[in-house]
């Protein structure tokens, strides 16, 4: 499926046959540098999580006037730079992600919530920390915070009704049953 201008979706990915795709913590920050400069240009982001052999992205692809490159490929670049990366540090060789990349359209406003909050409760929901909120590679903090940040804060926490129902929505834990159709569980 080609992504489409105008459109959310759901982006994710893991690591080929399961492995890691994140070894130390520069890999988190130079993978979200990656993605700053070829992703940021072409797609709104409104939440990320980054785990050891997966990621989710939920974004919206920007209206564009040059089409002269689609979208899913200029996510394949991206994914291409940063796999080139990291096996020459680290002496690898072959697919570092998964072919194809997942990628669902959000069609509707309760899908998107239940989707932010699905992607910040990734690391509590894989065992890498006991509380979502304190976890570093997440974009969660960062719409809390005022630090400068490429994810669409404001966007985000108006589509909540701001940051108090923002944290409610994040803190009561309802059944994501409604989307669990939408969300490959075994990432």
Known sequence: MELEQGKYYHIYNRGNNREN???EKRNYDYFLGKYIKHIVPIAETFA?????NHFHFSVRIRE???KSNSVSNEFKNFFISYAKAVNNAYGRTGALFQRPFGRREVTSDGYFARL???IHLNPQKHGFVKDFRTYAYSSYPLILSDQPCFVERDKVLEWFGGKNAFIEFHTNMTDDQAIAGLIDEDE
Request: hydrophobic letters at 45%.
């Open 21 to 23: 795709l994140f070894y």
């Open 48 to 52: 990320y999580c980054l785990l050891k």
């Open 64 to 66: 564009r006037l040059d």
């Open 116 to 118: 932010v909050r699905y």
